[in-house]
């Protein structure tokens, strides 16, 4: 059974379908990708998992039953952890704040409880360890983290927490290669302890990587969901980008480049060449 299933999911703002008709299952101990490019309503159908909007028509069921989520709050509390792209974390405040953030450990001091600083530093430092990170101090203010390591301590804290399902936005948009490779390592870890994994993303080289289901995203709609065997990359990344508008970009490039003899009308030349290798890979 899988532990979220959406089922022919619509979500509209006034006239607005931001979406249309989405279903989509999350199993636990998966990869599930959703890819699209900007406008493709990845964010809606997140907000919507999150408990920040709910459906205007479909179902929401979570471990086979219908829910109705009314707050990320309710939805945190099931088991659905979301790491948005600016990572709901004070760069000011101690990684060991950030870790727990309104979940703070306390221990008694006379009549009154306040927070055990020492019991939460020691649990930062070892679910940090456990994927791989190693921290000089976890007093340090997390904005001294790099872009990586601030995406490996929201996962860390997502998983610590018990998060049956994580809801990734974009956690390698803003990183460089190598960063980006440790958080793809990071998503199989939390992968590996069985929680599903719902990894947002333009990026189809990223999401080839580590991807078990692909659903791909266009203007609201869904061309399908499919598993990793089921295409190639190739196939993926046409439907990404579109493939008729790739067709169309290439022919007009083309075009140009036979207009103009210049060495900006060979470099167009060489694009086109290169859009009609994507859109028509070899079989």
Same mark, same amino acid.
């Given at each position: 059974?899988?532990?979220?299933?959406?089922?022919?999911?619509?979500?509209?703002?006034?006239?607005?379908?931001?979406?249309?008709?989405?279903?989509?299952?999350?199993?636990?101990?998966?990869?599930?990708?959703?890819?699209?490019?900007?406008?493709?309503?990845?964010?809606?159908?997140?907000?919507?998992?999150?408990?920040?909007?709910?459906?205007?028509?479909?179902?929401?069921?979570?471990?086979?039953?219908?829910?109705?989520?009314?707050?990320?709050?309710?939805?945190?509390?099931?088991?659905?952890?979301?790491?948005?792209?600016?990572?709901?974390?004070?760069?000011?405040?101690?990684?060991?704040?950030?870790?727990?953030?309104?979940?703070?450990? +306390? %221990? &008694?001091?006379?009549?009154? $409880?306040?927070?055990?600083?020492?019991? /939460?530093?020691?649990?930062?430092? =070892? #679910? *940090?360890?456990?994927?791989?990170?190693?921290?000089?101090?976890?007093?340090?203010?997390?904005?001294?983290?790099?872009?990586?390591?601030?995406?490996?301590?929201?996962?860390?804290?997502?998983?610590?927490?018990?998060?049956?399902?994580?809801?990734?936005?974009?956690?390698?948009?803003?990183?460089?290669?190598?960063?980006?490779?440790?958080?793809?390592?990071?998503?199989?870890?939390?992968?590996?302890?069985?929680?599903?994994?719902?990894?947002?993303?333009?990026?189809?080289?990223?999401?080839?990587?580590?991807?078990?289901?692909?659903?791909?995203?266009?203007?609201?709609?869904?061309?399908?969901?499919? +598993? %990793? &065997?089921?295409?190639?990359? $190739?196939?993926?990344?046409?439907?990404? /980008?579109?493939?008729?508008?790739? =067709? #169309? *970009?290439?022919?007009?490039?083309?075009?140009?480049?036979?207009?103009?003899?210049?060495?900006?009308?060979?470099?167009?030349?060489?694009?086109?060449?290169?859009?009609?290798?994507?859109?028509?890979?070899?079989?």
């Amino acid at each position: 059974m899988a532990i979220i299933e959406l089922k022919d999911v619509t979500k509209s703002f006034g006239r607005v379908n931001a979406l249309r008709g989405i279903s989509i299952k999350i199993d636990a101990g998966e990869v599930h990708c959703l890819l699209g490019d900007n406008g493709a309503g990845k964010s809606t159908l997140i907000k919507i998992l999150s408990g920040v909007h709910k459906p205007t028509q479909g179902q929401y069921e979570f471990d086979g039953k219908p829910v109705e989520l009314s707050s990320p709050r309710e939805a945190l509390d099931m088991g659905i952890a979301t790491v948005f792209q600016d990572l709901a974390m004070l760069p000011l405040m101690s990684i060991t704040r950030n870790f727990f953030l309104g979940r703070e450990p +306390k %221990k &008694a001091l006379g009549p009154v $409880e306040v927070f055990d600083s020492g019991k /939460a530093s020691k649990i930062t430092n =070892e #679910e *940090l360890n456990k994927i791989g990170i190693e921290i000089r101090d976890p007093d340090q203010a997390v904005g001294t983290l790099s872009g990586g390591e601030r995406q490996a301590v929201a996962i860390a804290r997502a998983v610590y927490f018990g998060a049956r399902v994580l809801i990734l936005d974009e956690p390698t948009s803003a990183l460089g290669v190598k960063e980006a490779a440790v958080v793809l390592k990071y998503i199989v870890q939390a992968k590996t302890k069985g929680i599903g994994v719902i990894f947002i993303t333009h990026n189809v080289h990223h999401a080839w990587a580590v991807g078990d289901t692909f659903t791909v995203l266009n203007r609201g709609s869904s061309y399908g969901t499919f +598993k %990793k &065997a089921e295409l190639t990359r $190739e196939k993926l990344l046409q439907m990404m /980008a579109g493939g008729e508008e790739l =067709e #169309e *970009l290439a022919v007009e490039l083309d075009l140009i480049a036979k207009r103009d003899p210049s060495e900006v009308g060979k470099l167009e030349h060489r694009v086109a060449e290169e859009l009609d290798r994507e859109t028509h890979p070899k079989q």
